[in-house]
């Protein structure tokens, strides 16, 4: 298969979009013009079911839907663009819309080390043992998810993070014996030619950096476009370099988002899996619990059995980020524990590694554990997968029991307390300040 991929401009090239009516495709056209729109030929013609494309998971996965925006920003923009209102007026209301969607969630800024009295803008280090680092030609990705958290950085340049020196990255990193992991993210760093990947692991192989343990990928390529691993062009390369990469002692973790169990079902898929696990890399999933997508626990199931049947250790499952399209694919606090719960008990311990659901908050990654009475309160128990201070990890704690609950910020702290343990004025605590 050759590459293609399909954007704003030119998805009306799309055979299979002559399934569409006319209100079909100018609700592509409204909600894409305000939320980033792109899609891979491999997802069109592999992944999407085009006879029942409306339910389809990796349809609604790709293509903007009309929930996505509330009624009022959809009507908005839809009559802008049925007036063909000027651009500068199309902008400016685009824009306005896309600053009220949380484009900015987690407090990501907050996670940039200053270093040698510049901010290093590639660089995200939040959790004492992983770095994250988001190489400049890996920002974008083959096809964008619609619930992603990343969107503005494909929308807004403003909130791009990235960074092309690595002699920088390299010098922090060697001053910070903790760091044991390097997360390539983006994006998605498997947009990248073998050569910048070369560029990078070469240079993190040669500084020989004694405490770097895991260099790990985040990645969708994987059942995206699986190709990258198998017959493109530097394909070959690229396992070569991830061969180099484990000889010299250095653990190798593809991190692969993996929403439904239908992304792996494709015999390109296994191809690649097959080929990068020959190569010696470990792969790792993860994904969001979404409605409209994977909101059941027998699909969390079988996912998890799929995964571990073809080698994969499932990882995570997150609860969808309070940005962008998050009212489409929200799922109650309360819905998602019992969806993992129910999924969890129904597959043997092999598949037991994942955890979760966790959410991706300002101060870590904070899971349900459950549902719970103490002392006549019904409560939700929580804790720190991982935390901005390392010292909150595993240590559980309450919060008012709410059924609506979709995230942190909805919580209050339980047994009439002012707040978490972890907002008390002696716990702000800023490792990366510390060690500067
Ligand atoms: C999730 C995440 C990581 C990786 O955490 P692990 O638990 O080690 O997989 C690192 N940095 C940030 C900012 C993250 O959100
Ligand atoms: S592939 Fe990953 S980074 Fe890219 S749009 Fe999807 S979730 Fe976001």
């Given at each position: ?129 992983t ?50 992991d390097v997360l390539f ?28 343990k895991n260099i790990r990928i985040g990645t ?22 991830f061969?180099?990469v484990k000889?010299?002692?250095i653990n190798i973790a593809l991190m692969a ?19 990068l696990?020959?190569?010696g890399v470990q792969i790792r999933s ?26 994969i250790i499932?990882y ?121």
């Open positions: 298969m050759k590459y293609k991929s399909y954007s704003l401009h030119n998805y009306r090239q799309i055979p299979q979009i002559e399934k569409l009516s006319e209100d079909q495709k100018l609700t592509i056209e409204t909600v894409g013009n305000v939320l980033p729109f792109r899609v891979s030929n491999y997802v069109v013609e592999e992944l999407i079911d085009w006879d029942n494309f409306e339910n389809d998971p990796f349809f609604i996965l790709t293509f903007p839907q009309k929930g996505m925006l509330s009624s009022y920003r959809f009507d908005k923009v839809a009559n802008l663009l049925k007036k063909e209102a000027p651009r500068s007026e199309l902008v400016k209301t685009i824009n306005k819309i896309r600053l009220d969607l949380n484009p900015n969630p987690a407090g990501q800024e907050m996670n940039v080390p200053i270093f040698e009295g510049r901010r290093l803008n590639g660089i995200q280090h939040k959790y004492r043992e770095m994250l680092f988001f190489p400049t030609q890996g920002q974008t990705c083959h096809a964008y998810c619609t619930f992603c958290f990343r969107w503005p950085q494909f929308a807004l340049n403003d909130f791009r993070f990235a960074m092309k020196e690595v002699e920088l990255m390299i010098r922090y990193l060697k001053l910070k014996p903790e760091i044991t993210t983006g994006g998605d760093p498997a947009v990248m030619k073998t050569r910048f990947f070369e560029h990078y692991f070469n240079a993190l192989l040669e500084a020989d950096i004694p405490h770097l969708k390529a994987l059942t995206y476009w699986p190709y990258r691993f198998t017959s493109d062009d530097d394909a070959d390369d690229l396992m070569r370099l061969e180099k000889n010299k002692g988002h993996l929403n439904h169990p239908g992304e792996i079902e494709i015999k390109a898929a296994q191809d690649a899996i097959k080929r696990q020959n190569a993860q994904s969001p619990i979404l409605k409209n997508i994977n909101n059941s626990s027998a699909i969390w199931a079988e996912n998890w059995e799929k995964q571990v049947s073809l080698g499932p995570y499952m997150f609860i969808a980020r309070n940005t962008g399209a998050q009212n489409y694919f929200a799922v109650t606090l309360e819905q998602a524990w019992r969806i993992y719960r129910n999924a969890y008990k129904q597959v043997s311990g092999i598949s037991r590694t994942v955890r979760g659901p966790s959410m991706s908050t300002s101060p870590g990654k904070i899971q349900i554990l459950g549902i719970s009475e103490i002392m006549g309160e019904k409560v939700f128990v929580l804790t720190f997968l991982q935390g901005r201070n390392p010292n909150w990890v595993g240590r559980p704690f309450y919060a008012v029991y709410d059924e609506d609950a979709l995230w942190l910020d909805d919580l209050f702290p339980a047994f009439e307390k002012e707040e978490f343990f972890f907002e008390e004025s002696s716990q702000i605590f800023n490792f990366q300040n510390q060690l500067l």
